[in-house]
């Protein structure tokens, strides 16, 4: 298990453009590759938890990922991690995670799983298949331009409402919102329009809003 913090983000940068998938079969071992976007670790770990389970009784499922160590400073800290997940050390987390960053991808996770045949590969052997698999299904999932995001929720009584989810949709910021006691918005803006759209709504519901 390997985990690191990579360097700042670019103005933008290259991630899968959606779920993608590879299977083939070495000497009997059946792999099969899965990357998808993911913008925090817990995307990232909640992709892992769904491949597993769409695997249970797989041999092996080895996970990777590149993605912001902290949601709310998208172009800060890269997070890296990978696992050999019982494979031999070194012979699957490793290169499976080399692929992401070779291809200079990020807000990306990816899982191999494999079947086991009956024939051992060694460590060169399964590199080659696991560095494969994750190479396959980046390129069955495409890669697209990007730019950093952030996120942060925007919170009013339901006198403002009005004001802020017309602010967002005039803004074009993605945002989900919540009506319950009180009206909350999350909302997904790039790293560079964030400070201006957190501005615009205080001053707009004269510091009504609450931020975070």
Known sequence: MTAGDADDAPDSYRTVAGRGQAEFE????????YVSPAE?????????????SE?????????AYRVPADPSKADVLLREWCSDDGEPAGSS??????????????????VVTR???????????????YSRAVTEAVDDAGVVEE??????????DYDDSGTVRGILESTGAEFEA???????????????????????LRSAT????ELC
């Not at 695997?55 to 996970?63: E, F, I, K, L, M």
């Not at 051992?120 to 298949?129: F, I, M, P």
């Open 147 to 156: 730019r950093p995001h952030e996120r942060f929720t925007a919170t009013v």
């Open 178 to 200: 919540d009506y319950g006691e009180r009206a909350s918005f999350s909302v997904r803006v790039p790293v560079e329009e964030a400070a201006g759209l957190r501005d615009r």
């Open 115 to 129: 079947y086991y045949g009956g024939t051992n590969l060694g460590v060169g052997g399964l590199a080659r298949a």
């Open 26 to 33: 070495i000497r009997g071992s059946e792999f099969v590759g």
């Open 55 to 63: 695997h249970p009784d797989a041999t092996h499922n080895v996970p």
């Open 206 to 209: 004269s510091g009504r809003v």
């Open 93 to 110: 987390g490793k290169p499976a995670l080399n692929v992401l960053v070779q291809r200079d991808l990020r807000n990306v996770v990816s």
């Open 40 to 52: 925090t670790v817990a995307d990232a770990e909640a992709f892992i938890q769904a491949v597993e």
